[in-house]
């Protein structure tokens, strides 16, 4: 006999807060006119229970009755019985019932808790009578499905191509779950080929047998250019490290607003950088030797005013990739680290009531949110009449203006308009098989005005006004293909326009870009083992510049004295910039162990005249390799470990106005760096991994200012090193828990000529601890917190009595310091702790939700630099910001 088991609704139960449960079956009655309608939940999900064997083998059947708690999202929270039946049917009804998916019940338009009483009838159905036994079969079936490594996501929508003994080709489709199937398949060996757009190339023979289904599952990797340590067995990077934040990480960690580009100041190897700053301070290195790229165009800058939020919002990020050292060689021009970021394509995907996930396609998204910051809205969907094609508008206004500026205003603080920032996005797109071309603006602006009325002692010429202006537009062009199964061509082409502008007093620093970036690859994979990238990078600036401002003193000279006694020097000038790179990579993969990728990058700057090679080699070598997770058991698998280590050149040309003629030298030499690094990635469990890294950098040719001459007078006599050790021990995300600790321990070390003494870099930090985490409550709650603790910043001190602190300059009327060492002073050590709460509603057809996010939640007033009284002769502390609440809500569909 053939064991079935059925089950069905025997009674509707009132709300959990209402009246007893109903088990008569008959219908509720009608509502009252002034109560709203009740609707019922209604089952999408039914779990079969398994047949107790005891009782089928004696022929037993039963029927047992549930009274079953379903919350506000379809969950079976609570599953009792009511009516046993005995012999182990009423064990079995319980336990598949907790694992039903209902739809709501309704209470109007709002989604109510309920209980229902269920019948699940366990029924015996004796074996069909004997039939004529069916043909001997003459072919076979070709079935797998498609996920996405690591995640063991499927894959929904890619193309598999099977190419049968006789060459010809079948072409299926992976369905929502990412399954594909090929029935009455004749015998033989097949060849089949995934290469979804964005994933890299799969290639196996598989063996079809008569009468037999032959059943493969293939997980592919993002085809992109390093490790992502979100991730497990990813593909083998291009480059030594990569971070990778995923998208359930980068909206929730505390502390950040939800804003995703601030979660960098969280990672390995970035250092806290200076209050409202907005830095990116990378493995001991200046914040000019790191690039920030939109898809490969480099953008002026990451975050709005002090680091308040970055200059695109989160909803339309696609992936953040930070490089902290050893980047590929399609990346040049730093020393530091490279910051890539990705927009994503327009959302045109379609969900059920509630939220619940849908096949369907077409549908459009909108969001509206607003906090003491700022507020934004987006909209994005398909283009109507365009197949293929999507769209994505979007917009951010500060209003700190609107109430900061009343209250300033009236505290006599002089400010006639606070500060202010907005930004824009447009996205046009189209996605058809292998290709993806994407059409895009957006761009920043963001100005400050103060009105000083009552100048500083130590310097009457900050007197007046600060006028500060920063903006920049990108409108780019982005063109990915498959051109050939072993060919594939990425494109990028952006132009735009950088404005700074900055005065104070008589000072005045008014610079604009016009900048135009090329980048474009082709990557041929000559076999499993070989693959080369080869491309260019070409940037080219028009650059219109007036500079008002006196020389300043270098780096240990003695304060030359208020700017109001300082001889003026003006320039204004009109060039063109251009650095033209090619580079290329070799990918080898001799063994399943082992990976090489050697590369050579060729850069030329014409406003210095040189041009400088930078070849780079990086290698990976699996210890341990993981097993296959259709081998066994979860808990048997063998856990990843990977050594990794590279080492490189990396050459970075002088600023534009340090080549300038008035303001600076010409032919001067690039700066260079020789990235060493060694480290090893150990997974302990499905979630848990960790990742030691060491590394040192060797910096020689820095730019610094020689003495003498009647303008400014650089050369490249400067050397520095940083050494240090990352360490990161991450929890992956689950369905409720993602978190992380990391450690950078190092030392940034400069000189600034042979004959003089080595010193701490001004943005050095010894220690640097980031402890985080976040984790859903349920019922749409999730709560996280952050902690840091840091070496303090150095500062240059004023010379401490009995020594002579100043010096008054009677021309300026005021005093000049005496400074002491350059940054020999290091502040007290840092600690914050932050806390973000989330609450979500989710409602028929679109979403609610509101955060509060507190940044330094006890209210540490953490010491960040010094400040003297009118003649330097005694100093205080000065603190950072204070506690820091921001409220903040949010409406989607």
Not at 129 to 153: K, S, Y
Not at 667 to 672: A, D, G, P, T
Request: proline share 9%; with cysteine.
């Amino acid at each position: 006999m053939l064991a079935v088991s059925s089950a069905s609704t025997i009674g509707h139960g009132q709300e959990a807060a209402g009246t007893p449960d109903a088990a008569s079956g008959s219908p509720p009655p009608a509502a009252a006119p002034d109560h709203p309608r009740v609707v019922p939940p209604e089952l999408v999900h039914f779990e079969q229970a398994p047949y107790p064997e005891q009782a089928a083998r004696n022929g037993i059947q039963g029927d047992v009755v549930l009274k079953l708690t379903i919350d506000v999202e379809g969950n079976v929270t609570a599953s009792d019985v009511v009516e046993p039946a005995g012999h182990g049917f009423d064990e079995a009804a319980r336990e598949a019932s907790l694992k039903f998916k209902w739809k709501p019940a309704l209470r109007g338009e709002e989604p109510v808790p309920v209980q229902i009483l269920y019948r699940y009838s366990f029924t015996l159905t004796p074996a069909e009578p004997d039939t004529p036994a069916p043909a001997a079969p003459e072919t076979g079936t070709l079935a797998g499905v498609l996920r996405i490594e690591a995640t063991d996501a499927p894959l929904a929508g890619a193309d598999v191509v099977v190419v049968a003994p006789d060459g010809s080709e079948l072409r299926v489709t992976t369905d929502a779950e990412g399954r594909f199937r090929l029935d009455e398949t004749p015998p033989g060996r097949y060849r089949v080929r995934v290469a979804p757009p964005g994933f890299r190339e799969i290639t196996s023979d598989e063996e079809v047998v008569v009468g037999e289904a032959t059943e493969v599952v293939y997980r592919v990797s993002a085809e992109t250019t390093g490790i992502e340590i979100i991730v497990e067995g990813e593909r083998p990077p291009r480059e030594v490290t990569r971070r990778t934040i995923e998208r359930r990480e980068i909206d929730r960690i505390p502390g950040t607003s939800g804003d995703a580009l601030r979660s960098l100041e969280s990672l390995p190897g970035v250092a806290r950088p200076p209050p409202f700053s907005g830095l990116l301070v990378v493995r001991g290195s200046a914040p000019e030797d790191t690039n920030a790229f939109f898809d490969g165009s480099l953008a002026p800058l990451v975050y709005h005013f002090g680091g308040l939020s970055s200059v695109v919002p989160t909803e339309l990020l696609d992936r953040i990739d930070f490089y902290p050292g050893n980047f590929s060689a399609r990346y040049g021009r730093v020393m530091g680290g490279i910051v890539d970021v990705g927009l994503r394509a327009p959302d045109t995907s379609c969900f059920e009531p509630y939220g619940k996930p849908s096949d369907r396609t077409g549908c459009y998204h909108g969001l509206i949110q607003f906090d003491l910051i700022d507020g934004r809205l987006m909209l994005q969907g398909p283009v109507p009449g365009a197949p293929d094609w999507s769209f994505a508008l979007a917009g951010r206004r500060s209003w700190i203006d609107a109430w900061l500026k009343p209250v300033l205003r009236e505290s006599g603080a002089g400010v006639t308009t606070a500060p202010v920032y907005y930004d824009y996005q447009a996205i046009l797109e189209r996605r058809r098989g292998d290709s993806r071309f994407s059409l895009r603006a957006y761009g920043s602006d963001d100005r400050l005005e103060i009105l000083i009325a009552d100048p500083a002692a130590q310097d009457p010429a900050f007197g007046g006004g600060i006028n500060f202006g920063i903006s920049f537009m990108r409108l780019q062009a982005l063109y990915e293909d498959r051109l050939a199964p072993r060919v594939s061509m990425q494109s990028m082409l952006s132009i735009g326009k950088d404005a700074v502008h900055v005065s104070l007093g008589n000072l005045l620093f008014d610079i604009v870009t016009y900048p135009i970036y090329l980048r474009h690859e082709f990557g041929f994979t000559l076999s499993s083992a070989a693959k080369i990238n080869a491309g260019l990078d070409f940037f080219v600036a028009p650059v219109d510049v007036v500079v008002r401002a006196p020389e300043p003193p270098r780096p240990g000279e003695p304060d030359p004295g208020p700017f109001v006694s300082r001889q003026i020097r003006e320039s204004t000038s009109k060039t063109t910039a251009f650095r033209p790179a090619w580079y290329g990579e070799l990918e080898l993969q001799p063994t399943e162990r082992l990976r090489v990728v050697p590369g050579v990058r060729l850069d030329f700057a014409r406003d210095t005249g040189h041009a400088d090679l930078s070849p780079r080699i990086n290698a990976r070598y699996d210890l341990v390799r993981p097993a296959s997770p259709e081998g066994g058991e979860s808990g048997t698998h063998r856990r990843r470990t990977t050594l990794k280590g590279g080492v490189g050149v990396f050459h970075q040309p002088p600023a534009f106005e340090e080549t300038d003629p008035v303001f600076g030298t010409p032919n001067l030499l690039s700066e260079r760096a020789i990235h060493y690094s060694i480290g090893v990635e150990q997974e302990f469990t499905r979630q848990i991994e960790l990742s030691v890294e060491g590394f040192y950098k060797d910096m020689t040719r820095l730019v610094g200012r020689a003495p003498g001459g009647s303008r400014y007078n650089y050369g490249n006599p400067g050397t520095g090193s940083v050494i240090g050790l990352e360490s990161l021990l991450k929890y992956k995300p689950d369905e409720r828990f993602f978190g992380w600790v990391a450690y950078t321990l190092s030392r940034s070390v400069r000189k600034d000529a042979p004959d003089e003494a080595e010193r701490l870099f001004g943005f050095d930090q010894t220690h640097n601890l980031t402890v985080l985490g976040s984790y859903r409550l349920g019922r749409g709650w999730e709560f996280g917190a952050r902690f840091r603790l840091v070496s303090g910043n150095l500062e240059t001190p004023v010379v401490s009595p009995p020594a002579i602190p100043a010096l008054y300059a009677a021309d300026a009327g005021s005093y000049v310091p005496l400074e002491g060492a350059p940054a020999s002073r290091r502040m007290p050590l840092f600690h914050q702790l932050d806390v973000r709460i989330d609450k979500r509603w989710q409602f028929r057809s679109f979403r609610f939700s509101t955060y509060l996010d507190v940044q330094n939640v006890y209210n540490n007033a953490a010491i960040e630099g010094l400040v003297y009284n009118y003649n330097f002769s005694k100093e205080q502390f000065q603190t950072g910001i204070p506690i820091v609440p921001s409220l903040g809500i949010r409406g989607e569909f």
